[in-house]
């Protein structure tokens, strides 16, 4: 199994996974999106509402605002409080404010330092004068599969092209693939044409449609696969990436040692 990755951001990366399999590649993809326990509100304690949100609207609001977390966090279950909540699996983040005004996620305030939303500037909601909003909210860690607020990133794959030209059938066909390949996949050379970006195709088929003789042929290649991430979290999208790996690997050790257990 080879990755290479194509392009990478903070929020954002691409990148190839060859010699594998729709399901792996399947595996990695739901893991990466449901799977990798991110922070987000859980619980609102409303002392005071008088803006123009439904208390239920304004809590719904207040989950789906991303916020970052410490690397050694716990989740309610795993932690040693059993689940009572404590300061290592659970934080409290307080919102007061008086209109007119903007609420905006950086009007939360937070219980621990590292804890904050990941972008100030998404707005709650909108104060007029003399409209308050009170709260103290808690957040935990949780997953994707849970609720949709801890899901961690967005994530898309679809398969690599094998894209061949045969100028031996069509003499024609480095002339006008060039141009009618939206996609960029091919460059000119000196001694004819070359595929030059093949992880750019998206099998649109367009230069095997004007091609004469199968002089272009394009196939999908299903043991390579071009991946899409973007992160909707405060984690970057390649840790994302390598956590999912993790998981993988503890799963495929928890999986094995219960295999032998069962085997003995
Ligand atoms: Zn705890």
């Not at 690397?71 to 300061?87: P, T």
Request: proline share 4%.
């Amino acid at each position: 199994m080879k990755i290479k990755i194509i392009e990478k951001s903070d929020s954002k990366m691409r990148f190839t996974l060859e010699d594998s399999s729709p399901a792996f590649a399947n595996a990695l993809r739901r893991i990466m999106m449901n799977e990798i326990p991110v922070l987000a509100i859980e619980n609102v304690d409303i002392e005071e509402n008088s803006s123009g949100l439904f208390d239920e609207m304004l809590a719904h609001r207040l989950g789906l605002i991303p916020l970052t977390f410490p690397e050694k966090f716990n989740s309610k279950e795993e932690c040693k409080c059993d689940g009572r909540g404590c300061s290592m699996c659970e934080v409290t983040l307080v919102l007061d404010k008086t209109g007119p005004c903007t609420v905006l996620a950086s009007d939360m305030k937070s219980t621990n330092d590292d804890v904050r939303s990941f972008d100030g500037n998404i707005p709650i909601a909108e104060l007029l004068d003399g409209q308050k909003i009170r709260l103290e909210a808690t957040a935990n860690l949780g997953r994707g599969t849970q609720h949709m607020k801890w899901q961690s990133s967005v994530v898309g794959y679809r398969y690599m092209a094998n894209v061949r030209i045969h100028p031996d059938r069509d003499g024609d066909v480095e002339s006008y693939t060039i141009d009618v390949c939206p996609k960029n996949v091919f460059e000119k050379k000196e001694s004819g044409i070359k595929v030059a970006r093949p992880e750019n195709c998206n099998l649109c088929m367009r230069c095997v449609e004007v091609a004469k003789d199968n002089a272009a042929v394009v196939s999908p290649d299903e043991s390579s696969f071009i991946f899409k991430v973007e992160s909707v979290s405060s984690l970057p999208a390649c840790d994302i990436l390598e956590k999912a790996i993790e998981q993988i690997e503890t799963r495929a050790e928890e999986f094995i040692s219960g295999f032998k257990k069962a085997a003995r």
